[in-house]
């Protein structure tokens, strides 16, 4: 029994590895890649699998599930709070495009981990199901940047532990810019369109901006600078038809129509990086994780060729999307107390100083923000906009409703829709799907 | 009840026990599901579900996009399904015949994609059906075919998975048509030859009507299959571009899993049965006008 527990603990850290190889790319990044981790895990998962006998489900003490390069990096940080506790951690990588799925069955079928990552655009919702415990301490969240705060609050209570805080920015190539005799990208909306402009007519068989049609960021960002408010009575309905909307999906419109932006959907860009090193387009507007990228792929794109910016707003720099990840301890889980402290670990200054290193993330912490060994015209822009968030309206729907935004947005660039169809055919949108949160406000129920 | 009954019983029941917990009860309870609104509320609260009677039905038919899915999901099944049995069929005739060499070969490989990760798969044909790099627009290149867009513009989208479903799943009904192929009766092609039938004459009279009930089983199990596609889309395109890849049953995921509107989601799936339960009756009804059944 032994060696054949033995031999499927081998099998699966083999899986694994293979796993992280192809996520990571196969590059070591500071000499230490989760390969490392995950083989030093599973040799002492193999070993604990023979201790347990034939039992194969011998569980870890704490289950963590985490998205995108924060569950792939998540064991680096869990190594030290194993070792200094002596709990062992099981960390899961949940692929991000699954992620709400896959979190809200495990909370129906009450597999929830003990802590899990939420995006902020998640917290209320699962918070409004159970499915998490309210921050039992204060000084689980004591000096956390306000904005990260308030996106893991709900209704004024602290629901969650900022963790990373990422606001929209735009990566530029620097090198393209100053051959169209830009230092970098003017700030405002119409200075920004000309830029695109010389340098479209500098190189016509490639792009300028990069804005996915499935990818609902850049053109939020651009609803939250012109002014919008996009729900109404209570955030109960839609308020789409009205023309700051319709000024912000005109320009974004006139973006792909001026050929400025290719018309591509993120299944089809499948390396933006490699894109963007190629000189496909010059400008993307993006979040923190891609510092991890443009590091680990110096070599293609070295750094004097990027820079960094705040996105160009209608007059000048303005608001623009920005979210944030958390860290939720499950309403269920049997070790509350182990539990909040792997969060408190994980969101420790020092843990989010490293992670910053390692993944790009920002830190939520705000005394982390002067230990970063960042360069500073990279940060500078990250925490100018850190400053001006455009934040959601309070409504679980939101996430749903944003993403019909995008679907509108590509009928309206891809020529199908009128703008005004389009605002029109969402106000009608968000009403159906606000539908039961209206009837629930009416009666009372909730705010 | 005699000895022979009880021990039939004894045989029979527990599948049938097996299979009214696993099959029959979710169904009922979906169908219970689907005249509720059963949402993330009420997940947060049980007090917050309501009968509603046929209103998740209404309320699917003012959703455009549930018609676009619909649409979507008949292009798929119309332009599919003659595609993939028509793939299936020329294959298995031409591994039929006599002069074709290392016939096991070509099988295991023709029959490979079928059995390969639809995942694995899809992201290879991503890479094929590129527009810039891709092998398919470079071929088309040759005969002077300007690059199409294939999983970029919503008209080129679902030739483009089509494409892909096509030759991932032919090789399954290949082997179908093979074996049904073999059972053809050898004089009576060629009693047809000598009495001068062309190969078409041949092929229609002769191989048709033998195959036919094969035939019939193919188009009913494409026709369903093509209904259901959810996989390929969901890979491929995530039911880009524009939504003109969105499936019926994409658009039931989409609602009940990841937006848990699971009362919505049911009437989806309600609706999707009795379209497939009223074309394949119409298929059994056809097979039984030619007494292929």
Redesign the interface.
Known sequence: MLSLSDKKARRRDWLRNLNNRNRTGGRAIDGLTPLEVTRRGWLAGAGALAIAGCHPAARADLRFWATSYEGDYSPHLTAAFERATGLSVDVQSVPS?AA??KM??A??GGALPDVFMVPSGWVR?FW???AIAPVPSPALIADTVPTALALARVDGRDVAVPWAIAPQVQYYRRDLLAAAGYAGPPDDWEAWRAMGRTLKRRRPDDYVFLML??WPDTLVSMLWQSGARLLREDDTRGNFSQPAAEAAFAFYKSLFDEGLAP??????V?DPLAALAAGYFAIWPSWPTLLLDLRRRAAELPRERWGVARLAGPTGPSVASMVSASLCVSATTPRPREAWALVRHLTSRSSEVKFQQMIGNLPARASAWNALSLDPQVLAPFAAQLAAPGLAPPV?EWE?IQIEIQ?AA??VV?G?QTIRQALA?LDARAD?LLA??RE?VQAG?IA | MTRQERAAWGFVGPVLLITSLVFVLPVLLAMALAVT?Y???A??ASD?VRFVGAANFT?LL???LFWRALGNTFLFACLGVPMAIGASLFAALLLNDATVRWKPFWRVALFAPYVTSVVATAIVW??VL??RFGLLNYALSWVGVGPV?W??D?RASIPAILLFVTWKIFGYNMIVFTAALSAVPVELMEAARLDGASRWERFRHVTLPAIGPTLLLAAVMSVAGFLQLFSEPYV???G????STVTVLYFMFDEG????NLGQASAVALILFVLILALTTIQTRIGRRYEWL
């Not at chain 1, 018309?263 to 089809?268: D, F």
């Not at chain 2, 899993?257 to 848990?260: H, I, L, Q, Y």
């Open positions: 495009t709400h799925e809200l069955t909370f129906a919702e409004s199901i159970g049609l499935n018309r591509a959907l993120s299944t089809e499948q679980i749903r679907y590509e009928r891809r199908l055919g159906q039961k949160r629930l129920q | 609104d949402s993330i509320y997940m947060a917050n309320e003012r959703t455009p991503r890479f590129n527009t867009d999983l970029g919503p491929m395109t995530m880009g571009p524009a939504q899993f990841k937006w848990w």
